[in-house]
């Protein structure tokens, strides 16, 4: 199992151009979470999805952030116009099944991360 | 919303020695407690994790303790040694949303 998959690893951009990052859940998993880790915020959940649909946006920053999942097996978080403070490491992860109404939640694995800095 | 707290920041430790890190959580709805080792560079990974009709887990030097009541948990690590330098992350979860303490730095002198 290559686990979860994200490109680039490094991104160095310039404020006001677009960023798109790309994940690869772990086949079968039907969750996909979007992180973001700084030195100041520490990690926070962005936006999760349950079977390609999101579920849950609120952690979203602002109206410059939007991410789809168009299949299974593909995720992507755009940024645009990026800002310096968008400079940050991005984790996706993925779950094989979430909680249901007073069940169990699953492990969440992450990959690899994409270290994001914008000038 | 969810709110974790977590102590200390930093950790020291002779190699040998135990650690201990605790966190207490806002939610008493939450009932998944993870705990994330994540080292320099590197993505956090699970070491552990418990659920709430669970009062405590080990798994060999790592153990978790979860006192609902009083909406705390903690990592204790026996016999520590080098390679459990990291940064620690505790969470909780109602539903399949994480929310994540700030982390603790624990380092392992030899």
């Known amino acids: 199992d290559a686990g979860v998959i994200q490109s680039p690893r490094h991104e160095v951009t310039e404020m006001g151009q677009e960023v798109t990052l790309r994940c690869k859940p772990i086949?079968?998993?039907?969750?996909l979470f979007w992180y973001r880790q700084t030195m100041m915020r520490g990690l926070e959940l962005l936006i999760y999805f349950n079977n390609n649909v999101p579920i849950d946006d609120s952690g979203m920053p602002e109206d410059r952030f939007s991410a789809k999942m168009p299949n299974a097996s593909f995720s992507t978080l755009k940024i645009q116009p990026s800002e310096p403070r968008d400079s940050a490491v991005y984790f996706c992860?993925?779950?094989?099944?979430?909680?249901?109404?007073?069940?169990?939640?699953?492990?969440?694995?992450f990959g690899p991360g994409t270290r994001l800095l914008v000038l | 919303g969810e709110n974790v707290e977590q102590h200390p920041s930093t950790l020291s430790v002779q190699e040998g020695d135990s650690a201990v890190i605790k966190c207490t959580y806002s939610?008493?709805?939450?009932?998944?407690f993870p705990w994330y080792k994540q080292e320099l560079g590197k993505r956090p990974q699970l070491i552990i994790d418990?659920?709430?009709?669970?009062g405590e887990k080990k798994d060999q030097r790592i153990a978790v303790t979860l006192n609902k009541t009083a909406k705390h948990f903690s990592l204790h690590i026996t016999e520590t040694q080098p390679e459990d330098s990291a940064v620690y992350f505790c969470?909780?979860?109602?539903?399949?949303?994480?929310?994540f303490g700030a982390g603790t730095i624990l380092r392992v002198k030899s």
């Open positions: 992860a993925s779950s094989a099944r979430g909680i249901l109404a007073g069940g169990l939640q699953e492990t969440q694995y």
């Open positions: 418990i659920r709430s009709n669970v």
């Open positions: 969470a909780a979860a109602r539903g399949n949303k994480l929310v």
């Open positions: 086949s079968g998993h039907d969750y």
């Open positions: 939610d008493s709805a939450s009932n998944y």
